[in-house]
């Protein structure tokens, strides 16, 4: 006789040895593919910093060149105007060397009717500067000339 017997499988929990290599393989897939990308992120992320540096760095130098450019011009514009005022006071001494130099008087003149002639024209030119036909500066002119012969 035969009894009843069961038969019983017992059922495994979880996944099989398959099961668990493909889900091994899926989490290394995704972490080396989020760290590839972490990876890309970072590096790109570092590159723009340092391109930004860069930059202002290059800005800086740029500034400093431009401000350093500015000055020598500056110096030499400086340097120019100093030249140009020694050179208005050189012709200003020789000026007042010519002006403050007495004319040289003529040696008296041998012929007595020139020295008649001369005193006689410079009194006419006495009485147009009276009268004010002549100025005191053309007055002078004149009377250096009479008596320079």
């Given at each position: 006789m035969r009894r009843n017997a069961r038969v019983?499988?017992?059922?495994?929990?979880?996944?099989?040895l398959a099961g668990t290599m493909a889900r091994t393989a899926v989490i290394a897939g995704t972490a080396t593919a989020v760290s590839t990308k972490t990876n890309q992120a970072m590096t790109q992320s570092a590159?723009?910093?340092?391109?930004?540096?860069q930059t202002q760095v290059q800005a800086l130098v740029d500034q400093q060149v431009a401000?350093?450019?500015?000055?020598?011009?500056?110096?030499?514009e400086q340097q120019a105007l100093q030249q140009q005022l020694?050179?208005?006071?050189?012709?200003?001494?020789?000026?007042l060397q010519q002006q403050a130099a007495p004319p040289v008087p003529a040696a008296p003149a041998a012929d007595p009717n020139?020295?008649?002639?001369?005193?006689?024209?410079?009194?006419?030119?006495?009485?147009?500067?009276?009268?004010g036909i002549l100025?005191?500066?053309e007055f002078e002119v004149e009377k250096a000339r009479i008596l320079a012969g």
């Open positions: 019983t499988v017992n059922t495994r929990r979880g996944p099989g590159q723009a910093k340092q391109s930004a540096q401000e350093q450019m500015a000055q020598q011009q500056a110096l030499a020694a050179d208005q006071q050189a012709q200003l001494q020789a000026l020139a020295a008649a002639m001369r005193i006689t024209k410079l009194q006419e030119l006495a009485a147009l500067r009276d009268a100025t005191e500066a």
